[in-house]
């Protein structure tokens, strides 16, 4: 490994592709930051800004994401939850940790570290973050996707992760992944369990973890103990030309136009982006003239 890698994740970094899907191993199990006492007093520092998410163990690998919460409630407090958590019947997510001054340190120990090896291929590291699950036994993650590129570890327990990569389009749509850039919905993703058949499959123990690009579907069944994964996300210049990419190619499906999916035309490409590109700085630029706060993709950490 080379001296600039980092020390607390593993993968082969000599032939890394930001934009497949493969394993990792990781350094974080004992970390004292990691530890349920620990997140128990995060999860009460985070519940009391609404940075906490939380399902019963009654949804299933379809049920949609964005409604879970609703349609499967936990109504328990994020410490009572916690506490408990091997009896809970309960999926539990620590959300935007970074924002908690005691965990971003975490959050930078780790992405510091790595970011070296990734910006030889992949520059621009932005929008950092952080994303602890504490999950009970035998609870699940719907099936989703999210716009980052993402380090996901197994601290404890263990867990089954469906990835899928994010070119299928029985997976996921090119128009799924259009509305969702354009607007952050999942409406148009369907689970169907013949697509366990398509994905790749990472049986996790502590210590071992996976790496997932942008908007690689993806679903996670608990095992039969409490578990406790960490997920270290962030963009890059590709996935913010990916996601403004797709955000316009549902623009000009909203226009009647129906575009060849991303990245099959490059000059269709080149002038959506620099159109939109522009316009997207012009409103940033706006913003700040009138003294609002930025709503940027490239800021340091991902805002909460």
């Known amino acids: 490994m080379n001296a600039d890698v980092a020390r607390l994740i593993d993968l082969d970094w000599d032939h890394f592709d930001p934009w497949r899907i493969q394993p990792a191993r990781h350094r974080l199990a004992d970390h004292p930051l990691l530890q349920l006492p620990q997140l128990v007093e995060l999860g009460k520092r985070l519940e009391a800004r609404g940075r906490v998410r939380t399902h019963s163990d009654d949804a299933t690998p379809g049920t949609p994401f964005n409604n879970a919460p609703r349609l499967h409630p936990n109504a328990k407090s994020a410490a009572t939850t916690l506490q408990d958590i091997a009896q809970a019947k309960a999926w539990m997510s620590l959300l935007n940790v970074q924002t908690d001054d005691v965990y971003r340190t975490l959050v930078d120990e780790v992405l510091d570290g790595v970011r070296p090896a990734i910006d030889r291929v992949d520059p621009g590291m932005s929008y950092r973050g952080g994303w602890i699950f504490i999950t009970s036994p035998n609870t699940v993650t719907p099936f989703h996707f999210d716009k980052e590129h993402n380090f996901i570890m197994q601290v404890s327990g263990r867990k089954t992760l469906y990835v899928w990569d994010h070119r299928d389009t029985v997976a996921a749509s090119e128009e799924a992944r259009d509305l969702f850039h354009a607007c952050h919905e999942r409406d148009r993703l369907r689970w169907d369990e013949s697509l366990r058949e398509r994905a790749t499959v990472f049986h996790l123990?502590?210590?071992?973890?996976?790496?997932?690009?942008?908007?690689?579907?993806?679903?996670?069944?608990?095992?039969?103990?409490?578990?406790?994964?960490?997920?270290?996300?962030?963009?890059?210049?590709?996935?913010?030309?990916?996601?403004?990419?797709?955000?316009?190619?549902?623009?000009?499906?909203?226009?009647?136009?129906?575009?060849?999916?991303?990245?099959?035309?490059?000059?269709?490409?080149?002038?959506?982006?620099?159109?939109?590109?522009?316009?997207?700085?012009?409103?940033?630029?706006?913003?700040?003239?009138?003294?609002?706060?930025?709503?940027?993709?490239?800021?340091?950490?991902?805002?909460?």
């Open 205 to 304: 123990e502590p210590g071992q973890g996976a790496y997932m690009p942008s908007t690689s579907p993806h679903m996670v069944e608990n095992g039969d103990n409490a578990s406790v994964t960490i997920s270290f996300t962030y963009y890059t210049d590709s996935t913010r030309r990916d996601s403004l990419l797709h955000a316009a190619h549902e623009r000009l499906r909203r226009w009647g136009i129906n575009p060849p999916a991303v990245g099959q035309s490059p000059l269709l490409d080149a002038l959506l982006h620099a159109g939109f590109r522009s316009s997207v700085d012009s409103r940033e630029w706006l913003r700040r003239s009138l003294g609002k706060q930025p709503s940027t993709d490239r800021a340091t950490y991902a805002v909460a």
